[in-house]
């Protein structure tokens, strides 16, 4: 809060200068007026109005009077414009290295908080999700099958009860990371289950990050991590039988073992290919 409350008047100082009369409207921001703004915002993302003009969350007869009883709708508008959360004047040069310099510093401190004040229970979920964004940022991934289209991929892992994310990090592109695309899977369910190794949690995932190696390097010492996820069928480990099969009964699973580890294949009902759904399980 101290870092946001700092830059958001950095930016305060620049564009009041810029109006010929200063008033209430733009002035600097108090600490306690930042802790308001920013649950205002998560007040209406709560209720489902985040999606609403401003002016219709500051319009009593919509949303009820807790915004306008709060601050002026100029106020409100004004302090979303200058709300910053890294120092302007060095960013440039800080992003030569790293992509992500301009939010690194707060989302650091963020998820450091997830991972200490979270203990998370036996069952573990990684993914990936797509935080809308349509603004100029140079890791916005364009992906048209989700419904935001346009926005900042994150991988994060999850609570399977709870739903609470404990640890997650941002996906900055194929080119900013130093490991080659097929492993980029592993790279990332390594990184943010670190808090986690060592205590036999069970951890699931999609067919984006699960492979016959990940699953071994979890398992071993000292990580010591039991993953299941669905996995390509492309996979080279996967023997033929387990892959498309006309012949196979409908319904049907097909076992196959290895070491530790367990892969099964099942046949659905419908006419969907059955190499498609071919899991993986330890
Ligand atoms: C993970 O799942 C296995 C199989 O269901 C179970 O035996 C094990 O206890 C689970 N791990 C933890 C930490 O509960
Ligand atoms: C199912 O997958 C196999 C191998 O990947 C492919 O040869 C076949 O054409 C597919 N069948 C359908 C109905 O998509």
Same mark, same amino acid.
């Given at each position: 809060?101290?870092?946001?409350?700092?830059?958001?008047n950095e930016d305060i100082l620049v564009k009041a200068s810029k109006y010929k009369q200063q008033s209430s409207t733009i002035s600097l921001i108090r600490i306690e007026e930042l802790h308001t703004l920013l649950g205002l915002i998560i007040f209406s993302g709560a209720m489902g109005n985040n999606d609403l003009p401003n002016r219709e969350l500051f319009d009593p007869t919509l949303c009820g009077s807790k915004d306008i009883a709060t601050m002026s709708l100029e106020r409100f508008e004004f302090l979303l414009r200058c709300l910053h959360i890294d120092d302007r004047s060095t960013r440039e040069n800080r992003r030569q290295n790293d992509k992500f310099e301009p939010i690194r510093n707060i989302w650091e401190i963020f998820i450091q908080r997830c991972r200490d004040l979270?203990?998370?229970?036996?069952?573990?979920?990684?993914?990936?999700q797509l935080l809308a964004f349509r603004g100029r940022c140079p890791f916005r991934m364009y992906i048209p099958n989700k419904p935001a289209k346009y926005g900042i991929k994150i991988v994060l892992a999850c609570d399977v009860n709870s739903k609470y994310m404990f640890d997650s990090c941002p996906y900055l592109g194929k080119n900013a990371e130093t490991a080659p695309a097929e492993l980029l899977g592993t790279h990332y369910c390594k990184l943010i289950t670190k808090t986690i190794y060592g205590s036999n949690r069970n951890v699931t995932a999609d067919n984006w990050f699960t492979s016959v190696p990940l699953a071994e390097q979890l398992l071993e010492d000292p990580i010591n991590l039991i993953f299941t996820g669905t996995i390509k069928a492309n996979k080279k480990e996967i +023997? =033929?039988?387990?892959?498309h099969? +006309? =012949?196979?009964?409908?319904?049907?699973?097909?076992?196959?073992?290895?070491?530790k580890l367990t892969l099964v294949s099942f046949k659905p009902e419908s006419q969907k290919n059955s190499s498609s759904v071919v899991y993986f399980a330890q």
């Amino acid at each position: 809060m101290d870092e946001i409350f700092l830059r958001t008047n950095e930016d305060i100082l620049v564009k009041a200068s810029k109006y010929k009369q200063q008033s209430s409207t733009i002035s600097l921001i108090r600490i306690e007026e930042l802790h308001t703004l920013l649950g205002l915002i998560i007040f209406s993302g709560a209720m489902g109005n985040n999606d609403l003009p401003n002016r219709e969350l500051f319009d009593p007869t919509l949303c009820g009077s807790k915004d306008i009883a709060t601050m002026s709708l100029e106020r409100f508008e004004f302090l979303l414009r200058c709300l910053h959360i890294d120092d302007r004047s060095t960013r440039e040069n800080r992003r030569q290295n790293d992509k992500f310099e301009p939010i690194r510093n707060i989302w650091e401190i963020f998820i450091q908080r997830c991972r200490d004040l979270y203990k998370p229970c036996a069952y573990i979920n990684i993914d990936e999700q797509l935080l809308a964004f349509r603004g100029r940022c140079p890791f916005r991934m364009y992906i048209p099958n989700k419904p935001a289209k346009y926005g900042i991929k994150i991988v994060l892992a999850c609570d399977v009860n709870s739903k609470y994310m404990f640890d997650s990090c941002p996906y900055l592109g194929k080119n900013a990371e130093t490991a080659p695309a097929e492993l980029l899977g592993t790279h990332y369910c390594k990184l943010i289950t670190k808090t986690i190794y060592g205590s036999n949690r069970n951890v699931t995932a999609d067919n984006w990050f699960t492979s016959v190696p990940l699953a071994e390097q979890l398992l071993e010492d000292p990580i010591n991590l039991i993953f299941t996820g669905t996995i390509k069928a492309n996979k080279k480990e996967i +023997p =033929s039988e387990f892959k498309h099969n +006309p =012949s196979r009964r409908v319904g049907t699973s097909m076992f196959g073992f290895h070491t530790k580890l367990t892969l099964v294949s099942f046949k659905p009902e419908s006419q969907k290919n059955s190499s498609s759904v071919v899991y993986f399980a330890q």
